[in-house]
């Protein structure tokens, strides 16, 4: 029982900071680049696929498909078919390689790669 309290603390305390983290570093990136593409979502996205590859855990609510999802659908509905497909590509080839690289990378601080 213990443990699976430890493990609720713990996935509760992920979506406490992963939550605004994902809402503020979205924000900023929208803002900054501008949001006629989801370079917001992409950047939390691809971030996260980097850090889960370190950490492995509680990130769920710091990076969201739901999200990813509906821009595409937005996209697509809106007659933006490129820039939708372009979501959906980019998404796919730069989370794949950031999750890669963080996995690497935790491994290569770990000493099991060298």
């Known amino acids: 029982m213990q443990d699976w309290?430890?493990?609720?603390?713990?996935v509760a305390l992920g979506s406490a900071v992963g939550g605004p983290a994902r809402y503020f570093v979205s924000g900023l990136v929208g803002?900054?680049?501008?949001e006629t593409f989801p370079w917001g979502t992409m950047t939390v996205n691809v971030t996260g696929a980097f850090v889960i590859g370190l950490v492995a855990g509680i990130l769920g609510s710091y990076t969201t498909v739901s999200s990813f999802s509906l821009q595409t659908l937005s996209l697509?509905?809106?007659?933006?078919?490129?820039?939708?497909?372009?979501?959906?590509?980019?998404?796919?080839?730069?989370?794949?390689?950031?999750?890669t690289l963080g996995y690497w990378t935790a491994m290569t601080m770990a000493g099991i790669l060298s």
């Open 5 to 10: 309290l430890s493990g609720l603390l713990w």
């Open 31 to 34: 803002r900054a680049i501008g």
């Open 76 to 99: 697509a509905r809106d007659g933006e078919t490129l820039r939708a497909g372009a979501n959906v590509a980019l998404s796919l080839l730069l989370c794949l390689t950031a999750v």
